[in-house]
């Protein structure tokens, strides 16, 4: 586990002996990341309710998609981020 400190925060990252991020904690707030391979493709509150899901390309590090409980990031043709609420699947509430 890695920690430091600073203007009131405290964040500590836990890692996989592997490599990948499995939780962050900031002020007492804890973060949990599920992996696939290097990708980070899940990330979960402290009672282990999805807050967000991560949808890749080909490529390392090719994030596509970030989806959540009210709204959708896909990265367009062009590069550029577009905020969504309608044209993709919104994450349903667990």
């Known amino acids: 586990m890695r920690t430091a400190s600073g203007a009131g925060t405290t964040a500590s990252y836990e890692y996989d002996p592997a490599g ?53 990031v896909v990265r367009s043709r062009t590069g550029r981020a577009v905020l969504t609420s309608e044209t993709v699947p919104r994450m349903p509430p667990e």
């Open 20 to 72: 990948p991020r499995r939780a962050k904690i900031v002020n007492g707030v804890t973060t949990r990341y599920a992996s696939e391979g290097a990708e980070e493709i899940e990330e979960r509150d402290g009672s282990q309710v999805v807050l967000r899901k991560y949808v890749y390309g080909a490529g390392v590090d090719d994030r596509v998609a970030l989806l959540d409980s009210t709204c959708a």
